[in-house]
């Protein structure tokens, strides 16, 4: 972020949280938490790092993707696990990647990571904060916040039981038996935990399991206790912070408990304390819900998250994969739109977690959503089930790794053909206007992980292998192997996509209806003068299109960025191109007078 730009973050958010922190607490506990923050401001500021040279308000460029992995994606035996990352990253991903979404490296109980006991210490077993920075020197880092609960064995909540006066209000509990139907539940587990304290027996809010406890936000102490640790991260070398399960954060009986004006405000309170003390760090929030609740997070495009997960996508890319019909991915993507210049889209199709099927309601008919569950069933994966308003079960998530989700194990054709089937997948989420994140699985071509799944029934772990560094990096250097074959092709998209200006984040997007079997779009750099029409045949039929002259510059060639040997196609006049099954074709247009308008794709 420029002087400028800072400068008047630093004008605007002093002003914005008295106001913020009286809408929430009032104005009497509002005055005492004005002070406490701007004390946790002036005793973080000289700590913090600040951005050095000019950025552009939203600071990220095509050169920017992000890895999704956990701290010991890859072990070696005697090794602190993130030191092996960071050494496999750097030997293998420094070209390509340019930061980790480093899950949870909290010490925990529960979820992988998501039951957090300590918000301040490394788990040991992955290795130290100096291990953090160590791999923080290489690749910007993305920590995650899990504010909305905290184990049910951390000290904090033992301090709870014992009633302890500082953390007596610290957790989310409730008197009685209230009416909670309203409550919607991500997960088809009991709401509430009883438990023993110091002063008997009290119900406690459970929205994941007993073993995660939610944070009583309607306390503001807990909101600087979740504000110290925010700081915390960015003087450990967060570049971005993703705020976990944030839909959630705000408790209020009769109401759905999810999508709250407070849960709203304490993110306006996040990010108005970042903008003062570190205004170069992006939020980003997780919010696995339809589209529309989804962007919601992005506030006016200022005062919120500068990144969303695009939770859509990955259901819509499969079903046009499965179907080999790309038609209800195109008209979505046609409605994308953003609030302004400082946010973006994380776009993503797989992570630590599941496919949901949530964000794809109402964009998909619900016969087309039973379809994918029963895909993902025969591919080999699992469902997650959450509890409605009504009190039945629905599907919430399809369990499975991305490169089965849109292959069958067990089907009778060439592994050829399911590689470019899935890299078709990877190559849109690359070619659309964001922040790409891929997860470790993805880039390496993993295939499910069922017993790891069925031994511990967790079903995610479907997608959380842990791989051994010495047989993964030699099953790399197998010419023909499913890995060797995803990662080298995968690479040489994040390569060329990280050397055309037309993918910056800033960039034009244009969508274009064509064949429904192709998934079309043209991306202009952000000053108008690249163009890449990048084209995605989503089915194992060819597929003939053509690009209408009128659009471009009658001297323009355009160029193949990804496929090998010369592909020079004039548009002097109507140029018929095929695509191969599952075939992905990047054009870049050269030489043209600079026409900016979107290409039209006709059948041919």
Known sequence: ???????????????????????????????????????????????????????????????????????????????????????????????VISGIHLLPHFPYTSDDGFSVTDYFAVNPALGSWEDVTGLGRSFDLMFDAVFNHMSAQSEWFLRFLRDEPEYRNFFVTVEGHPDLSQVVRPRALPLLTEIQSATGPRQVWTTFSADQVDLNFKNPGVLLAM???????????????????????????????????????????????????????????????????????????????????????????MHALLRGDATHLTRWAQSLALPSDRVAFFNFLASHDGIGLNPARGLLPESEIDFLVERCQAHGGFISYKHTAAGSKIPYEMNIVYFDAVNNPSAAEPLQTQVDRFLVSQAILLALRGLPGMYFHSLFGSRNDREAALSTGISRRINRQKLIRARLEAELMEEHSVRACVFSRYHDCLRVRRNQAAFHPNGGESVLACDPRVFALLRTSPDGRERVLCLHNVSREAVAVSVAVAEFSSDDTLTDLLNEGPRRISVAGTQPLTLRPYEVTWLKAHHGRGATTAALLQEV
Not at 231 to 253: S, T
Not at 267 to 291: G, K, S
Not at 304 to 317: C, D, I, R, S
């Open 227 to 317: 504000l110290r640790a925010l700081l915390f991260y960015v003087e450990r070398g967060a570049r971005f912070i993703r705020l976990d399960a944030i839909a959630y954060l705000w408790k209020h009986i009769g109401t759905p408990c999810i999508h709250l004006p407070q849960t709203h405000q304490v993110i306006q309170v996040m990010r108005a304390v970042l903008d003062e003390a570190a205004p170069h760090i992006l939020l980003i929030t997780e919010t696995n819900v339809p589209h529309t609740d989804n962007i919601s997070y992005f506030g006016d495009g200022a005062n919120e998250a500068q990144l969303v997960y695009n939770f859509a996508l990955p259901p819509l890319v």
């Open 1 to 95: 972020m420029n002087s400028t730009a800072q400068n008047q973050g630093s004008a605007i958010a002093p002003e914005r949280i008295p106001a913020l922190l009286e809408s929430l607490y009032g104005a009497q506990a509002a005055r005492r938490a004005v002070q406490e923050v701007r004390q946790l401001l002036d005793d973080f500021r000289p700590r913090l790092p600040q951005p050095s040279g000019s950025q552009r308000r939203l600071g990220l460029t095509q050169r920017d993707a992000l890895l999704i992995a956990y701290g010991d994606a890859v072990r070696e035996e005697g090794r602190a696990p993130l030191r092996t990352l960071t050494e496999f990253c750097e030997s293998h991903l420094r070209q």
